[in-house]
T-cell receptor, first 114, second 109 residues
Framework: EPEVTQTPSHQVTQMGQEVILRCVPI?????FYWYRQILGQKVEFLVS????????KSEIFDDQFSVERPDGSNFTLKIRSTKLEDSAMYFC????????????FGSGTRLTVV | GQSLEQPSEVTAVEGAIVQINCTYQ??????LSWYQQHDGGAPTFLSY????GLEETGRFSSFLSRSDSYGYLLLQELQMKDSASYFC??????????FGPGTRLSVLP
Protein backbone atom coordinates (compact mmCIF):
# COMPACT_ATOMS: atom_id res chain seq x y z
CA GLU A 1 0.00 0.00 0.00
CA PRO A 2 1.41 3.43 -0.90
CA GLU A 3 2.64 5.46 2.01
CA VAL A 4 3.87 8.92 2.92
CA THR A 5 7.47 8.84 4.09
CA GLN A 6 8.92 11.33 6.57
CA THR A 7 12.49 11.87 7.63
CA PRO A 8 13.98 12.09 10.15
CA SER A 9 11.76 10.31 12.64
CA HIS A 10 13.22 12.34 15.47
CA GLN A 11 15.16 15.59 15.40
CA VAL A 12 16.69 17.42 18.33
CA THR A 13 17.79 20.99 17.73
CA GLN A 14 18.92 23.98 19.72
CA MET A 15 16.66 26.99 20.05
CA GLY A 16 17.31 29.48 17.27
CA GLN A 17 18.55 26.88 14.81
CA GLU A 18 16.95 26.13 11.46
CA VAL A 19 15.43 22.74 10.78
CA ILE A 20 14.13 21.13 7.62
CA LEU A 21 11.61 18.33 7.87
CA ARG A 22 11.30 16.15 4.82
CA CYS A 23 8.39 14.29 3.32
CA VAL A 24 7.84 12.15 0.26
CA PRO A 25 4.10 12.18 -0.52
CA ILE A 26 2.31 9.44 -2.42
CA UNK A 27 3.34 9.77 -6.04
CA UNK A 28 -0.06 10.34 -7.67
CA UNK A 29 -1.34 12.68 -4.97
CA UNK A 30 -1.73 16.34 -5.84
CA UNK A 31 -2.39 17.94 -2.44
CA PHE A 32 0.16 18.11 0.33
CA TYR A 33 -0.13 19.22 3.92
CA TRP A 34 1.77 19.78 7.11
CA TYR A 35 0.16 19.33 10.50
CA ARG A 36 1.60 19.38 13.96
CA GLN A 37 0.57 17.79 17.22
CA ILE A 38 1.88 18.92 20.56
CA LEU A 39 2.05 15.99 22.96
CA GLY A 40 -1.40 15.04 24.21
CA GLN A 41 -3.19 17.65 22.14
CA LYS A 42 -5.12 17.70 18.91
CA VAL A 43 -3.75 17.66 15.41
CA GLU A 44 -3.34 21.25 14.19
CA PHE A 45 -3.32 22.36 10.58
CA LEU A 46 -0.28 24.29 9.40
CA VAL A 47 -0.37 24.56 5.63
CA SER A 48 -1.70 23.02 2.44
CA UNK A 49 0.09 23.02 -0.90
CA UNK A 50 -1.29 22.47 -4.36
CA UNK A 51 -0.03 23.18 -7.84
CA UNK A 52 3.33 24.33 -6.50
CA UNK A 53 1.97 26.97 -4.20
CA UNK A 54 0.49 27.38 -0.77
CA UNK A 55 -3.30 27.12 -0.96
CA UNK A 56 -4.11 27.70 2.69
CA LYS A 57 -2.22 28.33 5.91
CA SER A 58 -3.12 28.69 9.54
CA GLU A 59 -2.22 31.35 12.07
CA ILE A 60 0.50 29.04 13.36
CA PHE A 61 2.26 29.17 9.99
CA ASP A 62 3.99 32.50 10.46
CA ASP A 63 7.08 33.94 8.79
CA GLN A 64 9.30 31.44 10.58
CA PHE A 65 7.80 28.63 8.51
CA SER A 66 8.13 27.88 4.82
CA VAL A 67 7.37 24.96 2.56
CA GLU A 68 8.92 23.86 -0.66
CA ARG A 69 8.60 21.17 -3.25
CA PRO A 70 12.16 21.24 -4.56
CA ASP A 71 11.70 18.39 -7.02
CA GLY A 72 9.01 16.02 -8.19
CA SER A 73 8.95 13.92 -5.07
CA ASN A 74 9.96 15.80 -1.92
CA PHE A 75 7.91 18.23 0.14
CA THR A 76 9.74 20.06 2.91
CA LEU A 77 8.86 22.17 5.92
CA LYS A 78 11.51 24.63 7.10
CA ILE A 79 11.47 26.35 10.46
CA ARG A 80 13.98 29.20 10.31
CA SER A 81 14.62 29.95 13.95
CA THR A 82 13.18 27.32 16.22
CA LYS A 83 11.56 28.14 19.53
CA LEU A 84 10.93 25.88 22.49
CA GLU A 85 7.21 25.89 21.71
CA ASP A 86 7.89 24.43 18.26
CA SER A 87 8.55 21.11 19.97
CA ALA A 88 5.88 18.78 18.60
CA MET A 89 5.21 15.90 16.26
CA TYR A 90 5.02 17.15 12.70
CA PHE A 91 2.94 15.14 10.27
CA CYS A 92 3.02 15.38 6.53
CA UNK A 93 -0.05 14.24 4.63
CA UNK A 94 -1.11 13.96 1.02
CA UNK A 95 -4.34 13.34 -0.86
CA UNK A 96 -5.55 12.87 -4.41
CA UNK A 97 -8.15 15.58 -4.04
CA UNK A 98 -8.80 18.31 -1.52
CA UNK A 99 -11.64 18.51 0.94
CA UNK A 100 -10.58 16.23 3.71
CA UNK A 101 -11.28 12.93 2.05
CA UNK A 102 -8.74 10.17 2.36
CA UNK A 103 -5.70 12.00 3.61
CA UNK A 104 -2.73 9.69 4.07
CA PHE A 105 -0.45 10.74 6.88
CA GLY A 106 3.21 9.98 7.30
CA SER A 107 4.50 8.53 10.54
CA GLY A 108 5.71 11.94 11.67
CA THR A 109 8.87 13.69 12.77
CA ARG A 110 9.23 14.34 16.47
CA LEU A 111 10.94 17.71 16.82
CA THR A 112 12.49 18.54 20.15
CA VAL A 113 13.83 22.05 20.64
CA VAL A 114 16.20 22.43 23.58
CA GLY B 1 -13.83 30.35 12.08
CA GLN B 2 -14.42 26.71 12.67
CA SER B 3 -14.94 24.78 15.89
CA LEU B 4 -15.58 21.15 16.69
CA GLU B 5 -16.60 19.42 19.90
CA GLN B 6 -16.14 15.81 20.89
CA PRO B 7 -16.23 14.01 24.22
CA SER B 8 -12.73 13.79 25.64
CA GLU B 9 -12.96 10.16 26.74
CA VAL B 10 -15.14 7.11 26.20
CA THR B 11 -14.78 3.70 27.82
CA ALA B 12 -16.41 0.46 26.69
CA VAL B 13 -15.88 -3.29 26.94
CA GLU B 14 -14.83 -5.73 24.27
CA GLY B 15 -17.67 -6.76 22.00
CA ALA B 16 -19.75 -3.69 22.82
CA ILE B 17 -20.92 -0.87 20.56
CA VAL B 18 -19.76 2.68 21.14
CA GLN B 19 -20.78 5.96 19.55
CA ILE B 20 -18.49 9.00 19.43
CA ASN B 21 -20.29 12.24 18.73
CA CYS B 22 -19.01 15.34 16.99
CA THR B 23 -20.67 18.72 16.66
CA TYR B 24 -19.22 21.42 14.52
CA GLN B 25 -19.57 25.05 13.59
CA UNK B 26 -18.32 26.27 10.25
CA UNK B 27 -19.42 28.09 7.14
CA UNK B 28 -19.23 26.53 3.73
CA UNK B 29 -19.27 22.99 5.10
CA UNK B 30 -18.82 20.21 2.63
CA UNK B 31 -17.57 17.15 4.49
CA LEU B 32 -16.90 15.46 7.82
CA SER B 33 -14.10 12.94 8.19
CA TRP B 34 -13.04 10.58 10.95
CA TYR B 35 -9.48 9.59 11.75
CA GLN B 36 -8.04 7.07 14.19
CA GLN B 37 -4.74 7.63 15.97
CA HIS B 38 -2.97 5.12 18.16
CA ASP B 39 -0.53 6.44 20.74
CA GLY B 40 2.67 7.51 19.03
CA GLY B 41 1.22 6.82 15.60
CA ALA B 42 -0.06 8.83 12.67
CA PRO B 43 -3.74 9.58 12.08
CA THR B 44 -5.32 7.09 9.72
CA PHE B 45 -8.38 7.83 7.63
CA LEU B 46 -11.54 5.95 8.61
CA SER B 47 -14.50 7.52 6.86
CA TYR B 48 -15.96 10.56 5.15
CA UNK B 49 -19.50 11.93 4.94
CA UNK B 50 -20.51 14.67 2.58
CA UNK B 51 -24.22 13.86 2.52
CA UNK B 52 -26.70 13.16 5.29
CA GLY B 53 -26.98 9.59 6.40
CA LEU B 54 -24.97 6.60 7.40
CA GLU B 55 -21.81 5.31 5.73
CA GLU B 56 -20.77 1.79 6.71
CA THR B 57 -17.29 0.34 6.42
CA GLY B 58 -17.02 -3.00 8.14
CA ARG B 59 -17.28 -2.60 11.91
CA PHE B 60 -17.18 1.19 11.62
CA SER B 61 -20.03 3.43 10.51
CA SER B 62 -20.23 7.20 10.33
CA PHE B 63 -23.32 9.37 10.33
CA LEU B 64 -23.89 12.95 9.31
CA SER B 65 -26.74 15.39 9.78
CA ARG B 66 -25.89 18.61 8.00
CA SER B 67 -28.95 20.42 9.32
CA ASP B 68 -27.87 19.65 12.91
CA SER B 69 -24.15 20.20 12.27
CA TYR B 70 -23.65 16.84 13.90
CA GLY B 71 -22.06 13.54 13.15
CA TYR B 72 -20.99 10.40 14.92
CA LEU B 73 -18.70 7.46 14.53
CA LEU B 74 -20.14 4.10 15.50
CA LEU B 75 -17.81 1.27 16.36
CA GLN B 76 -19.30 -2.21 16.65
CA GLU B 77 -17.92 -5.46 18.05
CA LEU B 78 -15.23 -3.53 19.86
CA GLN B 79 -11.78 -5.08 20.02
CA MET B 80 -8.86 -4.21 22.25
CA LYS B 81 -6.98 -2.87 19.24
CA ASP B 82 -9.68 -0.21 18.82
CA SER B 83 -8.29 1.59 21.87
CA ALA B 84 -7.05 4.84 20.34
CA SER B 85 -7.94 8.48 19.88
CA TYR B 86 -10.60 9.32 17.32
CA PHE B 87 -10.76 12.70 15.65
CA CYS B 88 -13.54 14.19 13.61
CA UNK B 89 -12.43 16.77 11.05
CA UNK B 90 -14.35 19.31 9.04
CA UNK B 91 -13.71 20.36 5.46
CA UNK B 92 -15.13 23.70 4.42
CA UNK B 93 -14.86 25.74 1.26
CA UNK B 94 -11.95 28.13 1.38
CA UNK B 95 -10.94 27.14 4.87
CA UNK B 96 -8.44 24.87 6.51
CA UNK B 97 -9.26 21.23 7.11
CA UNK B 98 -9.60 21.28 10.88
CA PHE B 99 -9.43 18.42 13.36
CA GLY B 100 -11.53 18.21 16.49
CA PRO B 101 -9.96 17.83 19.94
CA GLY B 102 -10.18 14.04 19.80
CA THR B 103 -11.91 11.36 21.84
CA ARG B 104 -9.80 8.82 23.66
CA LEU B 105 -11.47 5.41 23.50
CA SER B 106 -10.46 2.80 26.02
CA VAL B 107 -11.65 -0.75 25.39
CA LEU B 108 -11.65 -2.94 28.48
CA PRO B 109 -11.52 -6.74 28.49
Amino acid sequence: EPEVTQTPSHQVTQMGQEVILRCVPISNHLYFYWYRQILGQKVEFLVSFYNNEISEKSEIFDDQFSVERPDGSNFTLKIRSTKLEDSAMYFCASSEGGGGYGYTFGSGTRLTVV
Amino acid sequence: GQSLEQPSEVTAVEGAIVQINCTYQTSGFYGLSWYQQHDGGAPTFLSYNALDGLEETGRFSSFLSRSDSYGYLLLQELQMKDSASYFCAVASYGQNFVFGPGTRLSVLP
